[in-house]
């Protein structure tokens, strides 16, 4: 029988089509902000699912007529809050297609062209990023997952250094691994950790520098009392500074131990991609394991990351669920092997397409010109008297202050509030070396020149119009 589509369905996925070209060709005229608070949605969302259906074209008509003010403009040019990408537009078209092909992405045999696009992914980050051609991949939600595996791959290798076989043993009476993080290192590793059974209060965590990066002397003088081969956790890329931990200086001692180094390069690990910004990352190519967002700077639509271990039979092992197996030849690549997930999208997919259509050139243009912009940003934003850009701007993430002494918090709070009501740029808000921060990340696929100087305008208005009120 031919399943053929309704009427009703045709309109429904006609108009969604349509409505979300316009909602992304009129992004820029929006305010940036939600115009509802989360009680109001939930009044007018949380009913009781009524008994009777209702037309299909019906339900997408009213659910995007009834979502519009309250959504934040996250792929807008003038988006800067947290690090969230801008979810590509063609990486968007690609990403219908993944839902109207309905395909289970966990099976290689059941859905090889789905295998195939995303094996080039895979192929292409590590290529992009200079890492070990051999690395075992999984294609997951992002670098929280990501982070996950990387510690779970590492636990699988380093107990089994040990002679101890925790897939099958467990971890209660295995020999302990230490484990060191920095101190201002992202929540996502921390969860993960605890995740992993490793434990939140058995972690060590490190001393930091101003930018956040893990102080390497005294931790080298940590690492000569370890007495069994440790797991340390860096990061490529602090949330607030945008710093790099000191890879090459401290990767050749973890590994001098037997231990294994995880990195944490959720949206700075991109700019190993880009041979002149690539030297701020030195050595991270040494590590055995990464977490890295597709998601963020990529700016594939949510969710997509990446976990890539350089010993791929550790990866397997500690995600198959078909039990510890090794394939022994490439045409064995198994989806589910290297992921968490069973069953899941083909979130790879709009990855592919993105790519495709950036070409290396495009993706480090991409990268290097949110480089160029956020020192741009942070040198005219510093020139203002009383802004103050606490960080050194090595990425794409700027960290601002205003005013002083005891009134600074208020002031920047002030600022923030001033800026986001406004509603033409969204920074968002932090907390830095006990400061709170305006916060402002430069990744959205849209972001040029002239949104940056739209940035900069709104911001020191605002403060000028904070100034005038208060002092
Ligand atoms: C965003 C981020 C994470 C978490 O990634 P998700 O994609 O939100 O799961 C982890 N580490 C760093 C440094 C990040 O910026």
């Known amino acids: 029988m031919h399943q053929g589509l309704t009427e009703d369905e045709i309109k429904a996925m006609t108009l969604a089509s349509e409505k979300a070209i316009s909602y992304r060709q009129n992004i820029s005229r929006r305010s940036v902000t939600a115009k509802i608070s989360i009680d109001e949605a939930v009044k007018r969302f949380r009913n009781p699912l009524p008994d009777q259906g209702m037309n299909g074209h019906e339900v997408i ?13 996250m792929s807008s040019g003038n988006y800067y809050g947290y ?10 078209a690609a990403d219908m297609m993944v839902s109207a092909w309905g395909q289970n992405a966990g099976s290689a045999l059941e859905t090889p062209a789905i295998s195939g696009l995303e094996r080039a992914v895979c192929d292409w980050v590590i290529d992009l990023l200079d890492l070990p051609k051999e690395s075992g991949a999984g294609i997951v939600t992002g670098a929280t997952v990501a982070n996950a595996e990387g510690i779970l791959a590492a636990r ?40 992993a059974g490793f434990g939140a209060g058995r972690l060590q965590r490190l001393k930091v520098d101003q930018e956040g990066r893990i102080e390497v002397q005294p931790f080298l003088r940590i690492l000569e009392k370890c007495e069994a081969p440790p797991l340390v956790i860096l990061q490529a890329g602090q949330i607030n500074s945008g710093a790099f931990d000191y890879f090459a200086q401290i990767i050749p001692a973890v590994h001098a131990l037997g231990g294994w180094v995880h990195i944490d390069g959720a949206f700075g690990l991109w700019l190993a991609a880009v041979p002149e910004l690539a030297t701020r990352l030195e050595g991270v190519h040494e590590a055995d394991s990464w977490a890295i967002d597709l998601h963020k700077w990529l700016n594939a639509p949510y969710d997509a990351g990446l976990a890539i271990v ?24 198994e989806p589910s092997d290297s992921t968490i ?11 592919y397409a993105i790519m495709r259509h950036l070409g290396r050139s495009g993706v480090r243009e991409l990268i290097a010109r949110h480089c160029r912009l956020a020192k741009q940003i942070a040198g005219e934003l510093a020139a203002e008297p009383g802004l103050h850009v606490l960080n050194e701007v090595v990425a794409n993430q700027v960290a601002l202050t205003c005013g002083e002494g005891e009134e600074r918090n208020s002031l920047t709070n002030r600022v923030l509030d001033e800026v986001q009501k406004r509603g033409i740029v969204y920074p968002s808000h932090g907390e830095w070396h006990g400061h709170m921060i305006i916060r402002i990340s430069v990744i959205c696929y849209a972001t040029t020149d002239q949104h940056a100087q739209t940035l900069v305008d709104e911001i020191i208005q605002a403060w000028r119009l904070v100034q005038k009120h208060c002092c």
């Open 310 to 333: 350089r010993n791929r039979s550790a990866l397997v092992a500690s995600m198959s669920a078909r039990g510890a197996y090794l394939p022994d030849t490439s045409s064995q690549w």
């Open 83 to 92: 690090v969230l990408g801008g979810s590509h537009p063609i990486g968007v």
């Open 341 to 351: 997930e069973l069953s899941r999208r083909a979130r790879g997919v709009p990855s």
């Open 61 to 73: 008509a009213d659910m995007i007529r009834e979502a519009d003010d309250g959504l934040t403009q």
């Open 156 to 195: 699988h290798q380093l107990l089994k250094q040990q002679q101890w076989d925790v897939e099958q043993d467990g971890l209660f009476g295995a020999p302990e691994i230490p484990v060191f993080i920095g101190d201002a290192a992202h929540s996502a590793p921390f969860a993960a950790l605890r995740y």
